[in-house]
């Protein structure tokens, strides 16, 4: 059974930077498609960015754009979101999760098209 385990949330000042680390277990992410996304209290859970299982397709929700970037590493079995410029409204739980939709080269940022989903990390952007 696949389990993934986020890590790399914290507090930060704005403008500050933060990776997000999404490590798998139980099983290889080699042929998972993986998203970001992000919750902030009273709002509705957001996808963020997702990568594909082929590495050669990458999106970002137009708030994220230019400032997050998604990378994995297959031999660490683990999915990266480094988050730079950060401000108050990225501040949210963000939690990792994979899937195998078809073709390896489909990357999709809908939470309903995850099965498997991490716990959560908290990111917190304050002065």
């Known amino acids: 059974q696949l389990q993934l385990v986020e890590s790399g949330g914290g507090l930060v000042q704005p403008g500050g930077s933060l990776r997000l680390s999404c490590t798998a277990s139980g099983s290889t992410l080699n042929y998972h498609a993986i998203g970001w996304f992000r919750q902030a209290p009273g709002k509705e859970r957001e996808g963020v960015s997702c990568?594909?299982?082929?590495?050669?397709?990458?999106k970002f929700a137009e708030s994220v754009e230019g400032r997050f970037t998604i990378s994995r590493d297959y031999d660490k079995n683990t999915v990266y979101l480094q988050m730079n410029g950060l401000n108050s409204e990225d501040t949210a739980v963000y939690y990792c999760a994979a899937d195998t939709p078809p073709g390896i080269h489909t990357c999709l940022m809908t939470a309903n098209d995850y099965n498997y989903w991490g716990q959560g990390t908290q990111v917190t952007v304050s002065s």
């Open positions: 990568i594909s299982a082929s590495n050669g397709n990458k």
